[in-house]
Each structure stands twice: as C-alpha cells, then as structure tokens.
C-alpha cells in the first residue's frame, strides 16, 4: 500500500517553455503533498507544502510564480515549471500523506533537464 | 526544529546487520523519529518511525534511547540491495496538523559482498 505514482519520469526541453509533472497517491488520499527539489550529490530540498483544495505554502526561496503547485484533488497534486531555464534543471520530486499521523510516502521523481 | 547528527559513512558485509545510528540531543516530547532511505535516483523510500518505544517491521527495527536523544536503525541481514543513503529525520509541526520533513546529509551505507 501507500504508492505514489509520479510522471514522467524524466524530460528534456528548451529553455522557455513550460514543464507539468504529476504526483499521484494510487491507494490513498492525500490529505497533504509535497514537492521537494534535490541537486546532485545534495540532499532534498523541501519547495512546498499543499493541502487539497488550498493553495500551497512555499519555502522561503522559491518563487510561487515560477513553480506553480495545484492540488485540486485527494489524489492529484501537479508542479509546473514555467518558462524554464537550465538552472532549473534538478531531481523533482513529490510525496503525499494521508492522516497527519501517517508518514509521507514518495513518488519516484522526475529529472527535469532544461536544454 | 530538533536537528540530527549521522556519521557521512558507514560499510556492512553483506548478511551482517547494519546498525546506524543517529542523535537527535534537542528532540522535543511530541516529536517521532522517522527513517528514510534513498536509493540512487529514485525518490526516498520510508523505512519505520517511533516516538519513545523501540519498532520493529518488515523491513527493520529502530531503538530509541531512554532519552531519546538518539536512535539506532538495525537492517538484521542486510544485502546488497539495501546499499543506500540512509536519513533520520525528526518531524517538526509547521501550521497545524500539518508538518513537514527536512532532509539532512544522511548516511550512506554501503554493502559489501
């Protein structure tokens, strides 16, 4: 039980354009997501935190503008990369809880490399 | 935020148990241990959690101090697949019910055949 499904898996495109990923928790609902960043040899970085149906709390650090969060559903929570540019390149990675007393679970990632 | 301290490193035979350890001096009464574990370029997998009693599941058991100013994670018979990094994480309360983890360097295990 307790599966996170993320997609895709990786992407390449041109700086510029814009790039959704998926997080989707498969046997659960998921009160709370979270998308966490982690650039190589370094340890994850958490981007934000949303609720269903609320908008997300981002870390300091991180434009909301540019990391768009929406977490319509118990079981869908997308990040969009806007206008993406090679620093954005990095490990994308999302996990999901149900209860707040349950552990996060984590998706497998999406290595996101802007061209 | 209670932070934890884990050694960068640490080598097991494979079949051997793999104890790691982990210090969490600052905890507060109210916060749980949590174990993660990341195998490279995958997402973090979670291994077992505690607030003051010892746990044991499938996958491994975690110690916790009297204190609990410091735990023990125990693979009993690791292989080589379990070679990962390895983070104790003690969860913190941010608005609410809610709360979040934040990853430190972690420990990576390495096993050895």
């Known amino acids: 039980g307790a599966v996170v499904s993320q997609h895709p898996s990786w992407v390449i495109c041109k700086s510029g354009t814009s790039v959704k990923i998926e997080c989707r928790s498969l046997d659960f609902q998921a009160t709370t997501m979270f998308w966490y960043r982690q650039f190589p040899k370094q340890s994850l970085m958490l981007m934000a935190t949303s609720n269903e149906g609320s908008k997300a709390t981002y870390e300091q650090g991180v434009e909301k503008d540019k990391f768009l969060i929406n977490h319509a559903s118990l079981t869908l929570s997308t990040l969009t990369v806007t206008s993406a540019h090679p620093e954005d390149s990095s490990f994308y990675i999302c996990s999901a809880r149900g209860a707040a007393n349950q552990p996060q679970h984590f998706g497998d990632g999406t290595r996101l490399s802007i061209l | 935020d209670a932070k934890t301290t884990q050694p960068t490193s640490m080598d097991c035979a494979e079949g051997r148990a793999a104890n790691l350890p982990c210090n969490h001096s600052?905890?507060?009464?109210?916060?749980?241990v949590y174990w993660y574990r990341q195998i490279h370029s995958q997402g973090p997998q979670y291994i077992i959690h505690?607030?003051?009693n010892n746990e044991t599941n499938e996958m491994a058991s975690l110690i916790i101090t009297e204190d609990r100013k410091s735990s023990t994670l125990i693979l009993p018979h690791a292989t080589l697949r379990d070679t990962a990094v390895y983070y104790c994480?003690?969860?913190?309360?941010?608005?609410?019910?809610?709360?979040?983890?934040?990853f430190g360097k972690g420990t990576l295990l390495t096993v050895n055949p």
């Open positions: 600052t905890i507060s009464g109210n916060e749980y």
């Open positions: 994480i003690v969860r913190v309360q941010s608005g609410g019910s809610n709360y979040k983890l934040t």
């Open positions: 505690g607030l003051k």
